[in-house]
């Protein structure tokens, strides 16, 4: 093998960065954060189960923006309740933006952009 | 196949009648499209505002309105003695007879009138020129006549700033946040890189409520349907000469300007 030597010395360099995650993780343990509300499964927001409105939050609350801002359709109704499709008027109304949407976003990491403009009372602007 | 010269004639003759048929059919729409001039709105709602000139008579008069309009909507003072004037963002604000209608002057209007200031907002126009430009479809016309501005679809490209003829429309140069004195939070501010203009305050009607601006006037800024006759910017416009700014450009707009006459003299 030429430059034998070289190669096996950058086949083991590549080989310790590529693993380099899992050998610094070894051993150690992680924390989940605990959901955010303690809400049972059968709960509704609208006529939303708490499950979807948890795992497809994202495309519901994309598709209430478009009706919203395109269609005028502001508020929805469900069992008599009037509710406003909006984060700062509606969301924010009951849940705070750290303990609530934080919690699961600094977690897994994401930083949604909808904060660029759409802010909480809690932290001012 | 062999063809003799008589049939290629015949089969060229039918190919080019074929070819300008559909190609008049093809630009028909065009040609109406950029035209301009198509009927005004026959929708059941037009959203229009009459502003009475004569009721605003000292700077606070002015001021009040511009203020309301800035706290509910969150938008930065950026102050252009301090800063570069291009950053300024305004959804409402006053200008001179002469700026504001400057193909309707005249040598001898009385001086007074030359000093007086017009409230200037977005006009949403019945053949808004910014919509035809929107690249993405961020800004579009209601059903209603208002002229919307979506946020989350603007790229800042600045096509409508260019085609407004009316100068209502603002780009965020800077981050707004740090500029806002009084800040609302029941609206959201805007991020840097986006247009915003007046909305006739279109999430305050969807709850039953007049336009800040109309609200803080004391009743100078007439906010109604255009589309029904019996609305009370119909009975203004019936009793009183009005004006809408550049008229000529065929944008027709929904912003109307009742400057009265006799009080000017001497």
């Keep these: ?125 | 196949m062999k063809i003799d010269r008589r049939k290629f004639l015949k089969l060229a003759g039918c190919t080019g009648i074929g070819l300008g048929l559909s190609a008049t059919d093809m630009f028909k729409g065009t040609v109406e499209a950029s035209s301009g001039h198509s009927a005004v709105s026959t929708a059941a709602v037009r959203h229009a505002m009459v502003i009475d000139v004569r009721k605003l008579q000292t700077a606070e008069d002015y001021q009040r309105i511009v203020d309301a309009c800035n706290k509910i909507h969150n938008i930065p003072t950026l102050i252009p003695e301090k800063g570069n004037p291009k950053h300024e963002v305004k959804w409402i604000w006053n200008d001179t007879y002469g700026h504001s209608f400057p193909d309707q002057q005249n040598y001898y209007h009385p001086e007074a009138f030359k000093q007086k200031l017009f409230p200037l907002l977005c006009n949403h126009c019945d053949h808004p020129p910014c919509v035809r430009v929107c690249p993405t479809k961020a800004t579009f016309k209601r059903p209603d006549g208002i002229v919307q501005q979506d946020m989350h679809r603007c790229i800042g490209c600045r096509f409508c700033m260019a085609a407004c003829p009316y100068g209502s429309r603002s780009f965020n140069f800077v981050d707004p946040r740090p500029f806002i004195k009084d800040k609302n939070p029941e609206y959201p501010t805007r991020t840097m890189g986006v247009v915003e203009k007046c909305t006739f305050c279109s999430e305050r009607l969807e709850k039953g409520e007049q336009p800040a601006c109309a609200e803080a006037s004391n009743g100078a800024l007439v906010f109604g349907n255009l589309n029904d006759p019996e609305s009370e910017v119909r009975k203004i416009l019936k009793s009183n000469f009005s004006l809408q700014r550049k008229p000529e450009l065929g944008t027709m707009p929904s912003v109307f300007y009742v400057i009265g006459g006799g009080e000017y003299a001497g």
């Design chain 1, 1 to 125: 093998m030429y430059n034998g030597g070289k190669i096996i010395a950058g086949l083991i360099i590549f080989i310790a960065l590529v693993t380099f995650p899992f050998y610094t993780n070894m051993g150690k343990t992680f924390e989940k954060p605990a959901d955010p509300t303690a809400a049972p499964d059968d709960l509704h927001i609208g006529d939303i189960p708490i499950g979807q409105m948890r795992a497809e939050h994202m495309m519901i609350l994309d598709k209430w923006r478009d009706e919203v801002v395109r269609g005028g359709e502001r508020f929805i109704t469900y069992d008599g309740d009037q509710y406003e499709k909006s984060i700062q008027n509606g969301c924010l109304s009951c849940h705070s933006k750290q303990e609530f949407c934080g919690k699961c976003h600094n977690f897994a990491g994401v930083d949604p952009y909808c904060w660029d403009c759409h802010y909480s009372e809690e932290e001012g602007l």
